[in-house]
């Protein structure tokens, strides 16, 4: 019960100093309690072509439309974070939980009562000089460098659509546009000891249906390794997951690479990444009809299910990123360029469809807190049908980011 009270008059004190700093509070049982996070909104303004008309699997760009302004969300949602730490012996302990409320309803609605909260994160550690162990729900290990070494984790990006009823949550900001989004998921996962050049984390993961095969015997595993020295940072990652389909017994296995590299300091840098997949999908890992095939009856849907790996389509992207900070300046200039693709399965009609998305932003550092935020984006689909227009669409964003 103490600790339950303290933990309590720690939320209240952090709400009056969160414009201040992050709140920290030393318990007497040598526990620690700390409440941190974000809030912000951004204005944006979408203005999609009228003359498009991919409509292949994967496909992320508006056909067309009229442009549309909103407030909303960015791709990093706000969070409010709460941690408490202790060691007990020899053994370090932790409890995390990470609320990700929205600032929008979907487009063109009113009357949402309640914008959503999403519980991203629940976790405990354990850990020692062997490394740690996380259990619970956290970000994925598969691509999870890729996106937050993004430039539009701190703006829009691509806005994820402006027709009527879309958007209630974040943006897509380069989500199937340079990589694949790793989610957060239920996991156990392995890293070795922080604090060196190179961590390696291995976990498994809760197994997700892929298309027609909904029936994960073994957990799906990932790992990722990150080497660190000076100015350069480098990661690499990988994934299989097996499913099997209840009513041919057909099994397809799902695999795929990520890696990237950083080189710069804080005043210059560039970073490259990517990322290839067999069966993950163009945007939401294991999202339907992105990641499998219809047996060559349907290019967009998924029907089939009795080709086993055959029926798994490729996936695979980029992104390109400079950013550059003047000396003594507060001020930091970014610009990417990054795209994905997704290739028909073996068994199924061909097709292919690119995502691209070309985004500049500028970042001024306001107080130690504040950043605001302003960003130009400019996106398109496309696909490989002569007879078809490519859809694009262009959304500037201005923002302000509070952190605490």
């Not at 408490?84 to 609320?99: M, N, P, R, Y």
């Not at 009113?110 to 619970?136: E, K, N, P, S």
């Not at 695979?316 to 000396?327: D, E, K, L, S």
């Amino acid at each position: 019960m103490k600790r339950v009270a303290l933990l309590c008059m720690g939320l209240v004190m952090g709400a009056a100093s969160a414009a201040e700093a992050q709140l920290t509070m030393q318990m007497s049982n040598g526990w620690s309690f700390t409440f941190g996070g974000n809030a912000h909104a951004f204005f944006t303004y979408e203005n999609p072509g009228d003359d498009g008309a991919t409509g292949s699997p994967g496909a992320l760009t508006p056909a067309g439309g009229l442009g549309q302004s909103r407030i909303r969300t960015g791709l990093l949602p706000a969070f409010a974070v709460f941690d408490a730490k202790g060691k007990e012996g020899a053994t370090d302990l932790g409890v995390h939980f990470g609320f990700a409320p929205q600032v929008n309803c979907a487009s063109g609605v009113h009357d949402c009562f309640g914008a959503q909260i999403d519980m991203r994160q629940v976790y405990l550690t354990v850990g020692g000089t062997w490394g740690q162990l996380l259990v619970g729900r956290e970000l994925g290990l598969f691509g999870r460098q890729n996106i937050l070494t993004d430039q539009t984790l701190f703006g829009v990006g691509a806005t994820g659509g402006s027709e009527p009823g879309t958007g209630g949550g974040t943006t897509l900001g380069r989500i199937g546009f340079g990589y694949i989004y790793p989610q957060f998921k239920a996991q156990m996962t392995y890293s070795t000891a922080a604090g060196r050049p190179f961590q390696l984390s291995i976990g498994v993961f809760e197994g997700a249906s892929n298309g027609p095969y909904t029936n994960a015997q073994l957990p799906r595993v990932e790992a990722e390794g990150v080497w660190s020295a000076g100015n350069t940072k480098v990661w690499v990652g990988g994934l299989v997951q097996n499913n099997k389909s209840p009513l041919t017994e057909e099994s397809a296995t799902a695999f795929g690479g990520s890696g990237g590299v950083r080189f710069g300091g804080s005043q210059f840098s560039l970073t490259g990444s990517g990322y290839y997949g067999i069966g993950l999908g163009t945007t939401l890992m294991f999202n339907g009809v992105d990641n499998e095939g219809g047996g060559g009856l349907n290019p967009g849907g998924a029907i089939g299910g009795t080709g086993g790996s055959d029926d798994l389509r490729t996936s695979y992207g980029f992104i390109g990123q400079v950013t550059f900070t003047p000396a003594a300046s507060k001020v930091t200039v970014a610009g990417s360029y990054g795209s994905s693709y997704l290739d028909a399965a073996d068994n199924e009609l061909d097709f292919k469809t690119e995502n691209t998305l070309v985004s500049g932003g500028i970042y001024y550092q306001a107080t130690k807190s504040l950043k605001v935020v302003g960003e130009f984006n400019y996106y398109w689909s496309d696909d490989d049908v002569d007879v078809t227009e490519k859809n694009t669409s262009w959304a500037p964003a201005f923002g302000l980011m509070l952190f605490f």
